[in-house]
């Protein structure tokens, strides 16, 4: 039996051809590496320019009355790279996290039910989480709400309003409770309806910084106050007693007849509750709780 023997010169061709395979398939592989490399950095490059020419230009309002060099009310720019769907808290939020960790405002849930970040927003009361960029011409100017004294920057000190809010006691209260411990109060469909936009306040202050009667009157309950003591004295479940204590409450001197019917807090309301008309309908009901007939 006879062993055939490769010739040692067929061998060594072979091995430079394996190797001449390996290395044009490193020298492939390098290349398509190096395309990759060239198409992410184009792509970099590409969202770069394309968030360059589409910054907005925000002027915000800046003020602190405990840092020296701080205390005059100024306006600081910031030019903010746009994304699809940005919305003016969003700009303050980049502002503050890549440009100045020191600029100050409010905010919390971001989908319109807090009402912390209600502003003054290019002359207009807005709630910044609700209001987008692209909706606004530019420089976008950014304040505090007005009529208001300002903590710092967009902040202002709400206590007063909150005051006001509570003065009417804005809660469920009733002298004509069911008989059965667990049966439910119950609201007729019609009355729910009659109150329902009422009950829809974030208590974001909007409505009363731009009430020019509150700017000019310190005791005046506001919209917002009235709308309150509105949702519950028109609740049917609460009786005609504790109705006419809340009446009592709202047609004082800086009540309900302060209002002079300029719609303002309707138009700025970012919830559409037609405040303007539930004052009007407050109104009515005091006149004829007031009525004797004898």
Request: proline fraction near 4%; charge should be negative; charged fraction near 35%.
């Amino acid at each position: 039996m006879s062993t055939q023997r490769q010739n040692p010169e067929t061998e060594t061709d072979n091995a430079e051809a394996e190797a001449d395979t390996e290395t044009e398939t490193e020298r492939n592989e390098v290349a398509r590496r190096r395309a990759e490399q060239r198409e992410r950095e184009r792509v970099k490059e590409n969202e770069r320019a394309t968030a360059d020419a589409e910054r907005y230009h925000l002027k915000v309002f800046r003020y602190d009355p405990e840092v020296e060099g701080k205390q005059e009310p100024r306006f600081d720019d910031f030019h903010v790279p746009y994304e699809q769907g940005m919305t003016v808290l969003d700009a303050l939020i980049y502002a503050r996290d890549e440009f100045d960790v020191s600029l100050t405002f409010r905010h919390s849930c971001r989908q319109a039910i807090c009402g912390s970040d209600a502003l003054f927003v290019n002359g207009r009361q807005r709630l910044g989480c609700q209001t987008q960029l692209s909706d606004l011409d530019q420089p976008v100017r950014i304040e505090p709400l007005p009529h208001q004294e300002v903590v710092k920057d967009l902040v202002v000190d709400m206590e007063h309003f909150y005051d006001q809010m509570e003065s009417v006691e804005p809660y469920f209260q009733t002298t004509d409770r069911p008989e059965g411990e667990l049966e439910e109060q119950r609201q007729s469909r019609e009355n729910r309806e009659q109150i329902k936009t009422s009950t829809r306040c974030i208590w974001c202050g909007a409505c009363m910084s731009s009430c020019n009667v509150a700017a000019g009157d310190n005791e005046y309950l506001g919209p917002a106050a009235i709308n309150k003591a509105y949702r519950f004295a028109m609740d049917e479940r609460e009786g005609e007693e504790v109705k006419q204590r809340r009446l009592e409450i709202i047609e004082q001197e800086h009540g309900v007849w302060r209002c002079q019917t300029q719609f303002s807090c309707t138009e700025v309301c970012p919830k559409d509750i037609p405040l303007t008309e539930h004052i009007q309908e407050l109104k009515r009901e005091a006149v004829k709780s007031n009525l004797k007939f004898w």
